[in-house]
Structures are given as C-alpha cells and as structure tokens.
C-alpha cells in the first residue's frame, strides 16, 4: 500500500511540474534575435570597388545597387585559398556578405568576405 502512495505521489509531482514547465514555456517572453547589420548594397553608388583584408585584395563591381560581380586580384598561395575563392561566387548569388563560408578553408574565406566588407566601407 506504501509503495502505491509513493508512486501517486511521484505522478502526481511529475504532472504538475510538466504542466508548470508546458505553461512557463508557452508564456515566456519570446527573444527577437538581434538581426545582422548586412549593408545594403543600393546605398552603393555604381562602380568598381577596390578592398583588403589580410593577405587578400578583391575587386567588386556595383551595378543598380546589387553586385555584379567581384574578382579575388591577391590571395595567399595554396589549395585551400583557391577553393576559398568560390565565397564571391556566394556572395554574388545571395547579394549579401552573410554567407557559408568555405569547409576546409574557412579562415580564408572569412579573409576574403572582410576584403569586400571593407571595400564598401572605404566610400564612406
């Protein structure tokens, strides 16, 4: 008979805190996340922009606010900063300077993603 008392007890706290955590859950204050400051590129004036980070010095042309294109002029000798390389052709694609970096060379590509970055941020 004890052992029944104990397992009723045990359901019955069990349920409760479920209900309590289900509820806390539904109502909890929902966090916005903190959007990523992405520069829109139509603030651009058209052109060919010009920028360095590190090792690398990339060439990006604006054309009507959106990139046209944009070419790596110096990079780091190797393998891994040749496959590094196909970022710009992600960051052409998406219009955007958030994008998946390179698996197996991510610190280059991370390099050549600042070089555009700070090619844009050298008009103001």
Do not use: C
Request: charged share 20%; aromatic share 8%.
């Amino acid at each position: 008979m004890r052992y029944w008392i104990n397992v009723s007890i045990f359901i019955a706290v069990s349920v409760t805190l479920m209900a309590l955590v289900s509820d806390w859950h539904r109502n909890r204050p929902v966090e916005v996340p903190k959007s990523v400051e992405a520069r829109p590129f139509g603030e651009l004036q058209d052109g060919i922009y010009t920028g360095t980070e590190g090792y690398a010095v990339v060439q990006v042309e604006i054309k009507n606010g959106t990139i046209l294109s944009a070419k790596v002029l110096q990079n780091k000798p190797g393998s891994y900063s040749k496959s590094a390389e196909t970022v710009v052709d992600r960051v052409i694609e998406a219009q955007s300077l958030e994008v998946d970096m390179i698996t197996g060379a991510t610190a280059t590509s991370r390099v050549i993603v600042d070089a555009i970055r700070n090619a844009f941020d050298t008009v103001e």
